[in-house]
């Protein structure tokens, strides 16, 4: 049996029928990876927040800040901005 994650492909043998990763490891990696093509993201990868430097695991697609306080915060000083 052939592991069905697309980056590991190792020989494994199964324990039971339905399995298809050759460990649950691999099982969990294949489906970050598959979240990660997606949604451009991975649950795996953190972000660095531009407001605070803080580092924060992104919960959308294009998610900035770490938090809706950082976010409108940083929309504060924009709008402060004197030109
Ligand atoms: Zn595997
Ligand atoms: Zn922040």
Do not use: H, V
């Not at 803080?54 to 901005?81: E, F, G, H, M, V």
């Amino acid at each position: 049996m052939i592991c069905k994650n697309e980056r590991c492909k190792k020989e494994f043998t199964p324990n039971n029928a339905r399995q298809l990763y050759c460990t649950r490891d691999c099982a969990n990696r294949a489906k970050s990876y598959r979240r990660y093509k997606k949604n451009g993201y991975s649950a795996n990868i953190l972000n660095t927040c531009p407001r605070c430097n803080s580092l924060y695991q992104p919960k959308r697609y294009k998610q900035k800040y770490c938090s809706i306080s950082c976010a409108n915060s940083a929309k504060k000083i924009y709008l402060t901005i004197p030109d």
